[in-house]
């Protein structure tokens, strides 16, 4: 598929393929209260996919039951067109939220160990550990036991045993967390690595920069609904590109060509901000007519929504505001 | 490993299994789990030693003689007479010299005599409180009878014709060996298998049990763990053989002098390794359904009690029908899970049928996968859910509950 400028994104490309999770109307609850209320998902093959969030939204459980650690009340998930995701197991690889290690064991027994859960043989998945271990800079841990290491670092074994037997679908949730920005930057490298290579990834976070960065297609989740699920991009075209216009006047008959509802801030003698959509008809007569107006033009952009936005719009004030203060606790640890 | 997308159970248990076991074997903490049994051995001969002790010093079997010298000696020499064909029912005798009435005789301090004898052969009076009396009396007059004639009887000699054994001491003997075999059996369980009580504490605690759930289903989580401590238990019993073994061969004596058991000593200890496996299996498997809910050590403690008791009932249960092959209390007994490794142990003392013996080991075994497959649904459903992430956002359906297990945190 290509796009007006004759490239293909990686969104279309994706979206051509197979899926490699799909989950129709699922439904969960605990002790009667609803925690994830009929959610749809498909994740095609070789897309980055987020779930984002506030915490308590529904995203763990959401990733829970598409992986077949929990089943749903209700509605169907299929991993590689398999109804029960444990038939599957091999092709999968999850790293949880709360990262468990055996703390006695020594790193590259833990990430063989964690191969071996998924049909690696040890003896291949201890070779394998050990040249993972040095490339990530780790060599001169991998006799070390896990509670010898520090947070970081334990982190990042568990990380290279949830990929030593090469899955083809990888489950991250919330990877970042606890993670220092250099390590976040990583990540976020080895996330795109796997997707170049060929590997679906879904990763859940309540971080609306990691999804708008990297993934190709979201699914919002808040109140353990999913009000939007589809590519970045549309998600962000769903509300219009706003214009930021400054004038060095407030008034003149140039007035009239500004939408009614122009949102005006007046910074300064001189310099006065206004805020509205591009309209319909775009912004060329518009901007004709400030010109001979002697609107006095200072600068004029026109920007596009973010995620963020399209975040607010979607699923609403309170789910954003939810999810700026799990945002704001994670700043502060 | 197949060339499947998925492990079968059994790889996928023997995954779990082999992680386990080596981590329990090569923990320091597993050489005081051997050298568990010596405390109590240590403790039990300590106690014994000194029970015995004082229990000597407290008894006595010394009657005081006080006749006059010639009847002194003549019970004496009576009692020595009849001591090589009477034996232990004849107490001591010691003439006493002292001419002091027998009651002011038995009160004399730095003197330990149980009763004091006076008057003759032809009369003797004893003097002693109640029980003694009760104990002596009739030994005393045997005694008195024997004195009193002057020449020694001469006993008729008892013609001996042994045979190996009566059906009734056949009976008994082999009610011993079975009642041996369930004391050892309940022993080994009581001291083994309360370790997978807290066995998915671990896997809770440092949350490994998701990474777990993720990758294989929990029936082979619970079955590997399950034969993994089995493997544990099975290093520390052929340990501890091996030590009393050897002890056993330095004091003489390598085994028990137990009566034969109706299948042989071969079989019946096969037989016995089986059940150990099967009632560990049964039992364990139970445990660790009953340990996986608990969230803490503290929980799991506190659950250790009732547990015991729960095994100890059921020892009750098999020991009491030990005497009565066949009845229904044995049947049942035989029948019931928990308590048929004890009951078929028994079994396999008393009676040379095999068949019951691999139709209790087959119902056995499918107790087993069902314990298993229950335990696992039931640590799936009640543990394996979402937690305390839920925070409700206004006009949105809240999160999710709390729960026991894995949580859903928050954190950035």
């Known amino acids: 598929m290509l796009t007006e400028t004759g490239t293909v994104t990686r969104a279309q490309a994706a979206s051509s393929r197979p899926l490699a999770i799909e989950a129709r109307a699922l439904v969960k609850r605990f002790d009667g209260t609803l925690a994830v209320d009929g959610v749809d998902i498909a994740v095609p093959?070789?897309?980055?996919?987020?779930?984002?969030?506030?915490?308590?939204?529904?995203?763990?459980?959401?990733?829970?039951?598409?992986?077949?650690?929990?089943?749903?009340?209700e509605g169907v998930r299929r991993v590689f067109g398999n109804d029960r995701p444990h038939e599957v197991a091999?092709?999968?690889?999850?790293?949880?939220?709360?990262?468990?290690?055996?703390?006695?064991?020594?790193?590259?027994?833990?990430?063989?160990?964690?191969?071996?859960?998924?049909?690696?043989?040890?003896?291949?998945g201890k070779?394998?550990?050990?040249?993972?271990?040095?490339?990530?800079?780790?060599?001169?841990?991998?006799?070390?036991?896990?509670?010898?290491?520090?947070?970081?670092?334990?982190?990042?074994?568990?990380?290279l045993g949830t990929l030593v037997h090469r899955p083809r679908l990888v489950v991250f949730d919330e990877p970042f967390s606890g993670l220092d920005a250099i390590n976040q930057g990583k990540l976020e490298g080895?996330?795109?690595?796997?997707?170049?290579?060929?590997?679906?990834?879904?990763?859940?976070?309540?971080?609306?920069?990691?999804?708008?960065?990297?993934?190709?297609?979201?699914?919002?989740i808040a109140g353990g609904k999913v009000p939007y699920a589809g590519s970045v991009d549309a998600a962000r075209d769903r509300i219009p590109a706003q214009v930021r216009l400054e004038t060095r006047r407030s008034e003149g008959a140039w007035r009239s060509a500004l939408p009614a509802d122009a949102r005006h801030d007046a910074k300064a003698e001189g310099s006065h901000f206004w805020y509205f959509p591009v309209p319909d008809s775009g912004i060329e007569a518009m901007l004709k007519q400030l010109i001979e107006g002697d609107s006095g033009i200072l600068s004029l952009s026109i920007e596009r929504a973010g995620l963020h936005d399209a975040f607010v719009e979607i699923a609403g004030a309170a789910a954003a505001r939810a999810l700026a203060e799990d945002n704001g606790q994670g700043a502060a640890r | 490993m197949s060339d499947t997308t998925r492990l079968s159970l059994v790889e996928a248990a023997r995954v779990v299994a082999h992680r386990d076991f080596r981590a329990i074997l090569f923990s320091r903490a597993f050489l005081f789990f051997l050298l568990g049994p010596l405390f109590p051995i240590i403790v039990g001969t300590l106690a014994g030693g000194i029970g015995g002790q004082v229990q000597r010093d407290a008894t006595t079997r010394l009657v005081a003689v006080a006749m006059a010298d010639s009847d002194a000696q003549a019970m004496i020499a009576a009692r020595e007479r009849l001591a090589p064909r009477v034996g232990a029912a004849l107490p001591e005798l010691a003439a006493t010299a002292s001419a002091e009435a027998p009651a002011d005789i038995l009160r004399e301090p730095g003197r330990n005599y149980a009763a004091v004898v006076s008057g003759s052969p032809d009369a003797p009076a004893l003097t002693a409180p109640q029980e003694a009396i009760d104990a002596w009396s009739g030994p005393i007059a045997m005694i008195a009878a024997e004195a009193r004639t002057r020449a020694p009887s001469a006993f008729p000699e008892v013609a001996e014709r042994p045979v190996a054994t009566s059906v009734a001491a056949q009976r008994t003997d082999r009610i011993r060996t079975a009642q041996a075999g369930q004391l050892i059996l309940f022993l080994l369980m009581m001291l083994l298998a309360g370790m997978v009580l807290s066995n998915l504490v671990e896997e809770k605690a440092n949350k490994v049990i998701e990474v777990l759930a993720a990758a294989i289903p929990m029936d082979a989580v619970f079955l590997g763990k399950l034969v993994a401590m089995l493997g544990v238990s099975f290093v520390g019993i052929a340990v501890w053989a091996l030590a009393g073994g050897t002890i056993g061969l330095l004091a003489g004596s390598a085994l028990p002098h137990l009566p034969e058991p109706a299948l042989g000593w071969p079989l019946f200890v096969a037989l016995g390794i089986v059940y150990f496996a099967m009632g560990y299996l049964l039992l364990g498997s139970l445990f660790l359904t009953i340990g996986g809910m608990a969230a803490t050590v503290r929980e799991v403690q506190t659950l250790s009690m009732p547990v015991t008791m729960a095994q100890l009932l059921v020892f009750f249960l098999a020991a009491s029908s030990i005497t009565r092959p066949g009845s229904p209390m044995e049947l049942f007994a035989a029948a019931f899970p928990l308590s048929s490794p004890f009951a078929m142990l028994a079994r396999a003392a008393q009676s040379d049928a095999l068949w019951p013996h691999a139709l209790a080991l087959a119902w056995q075994a499918l107790c087993v996968?069902?314990?298993?497959?229950?335990?696992?649904t039931i640590f799936h459903r009640r543990v394996m859910k979402s937690g305390k992430g839920g925070r409700a956002i206004k006009g949105h359906v809240g999160g999710a509950a709390p729960a026991a297990g894995i949580t859903e945190k928050h954190s950035a």
């Open chain 2, 369 to 376: 996968f069902l314990f298993v497959r229950v335990g696992a």
């Open chain 1, 190 to 220: 080895m996330i795109r690595d796997l997707a170049a290579a060929g590997t679906t990834v879904i990763f859940s976070t309540h971080v609306i920069h990691h999804a708008e960065r990297l993934c190709d297609e979201v699914a919002i």
């Open chain 1, 90 to 124: 091999k092709l999968i690889g999850y790293l949880p939220e709360e990262r468990g290690l055996y703390p006695a064991m020594k790193c590259d027994d833990a990430i063989a160990f964690m191969g071996a859960l998924r049909g690696l043989p040890l003896a291949e």
């Open chain 1, 45 to 73: 093959e070789g897309a980055i996919y987020g779930i984002l969030g506030p915490n308590g939204a529904g995203k763990t459980t959401t990733l829970r039951m598409l992986l077949g650690i929990i089943d749903p009340d």
């Open chain 1, 127 to 159: 070779a394998r550990g050990r040249e993972m271990l040095e490339s990530y800079g780790l060599g001169h841990a991998v006799d070390r036991q896990i509670r010898q290491l520090s947070k970081g670092m334990a982190q990042t074994v568990q990380l």
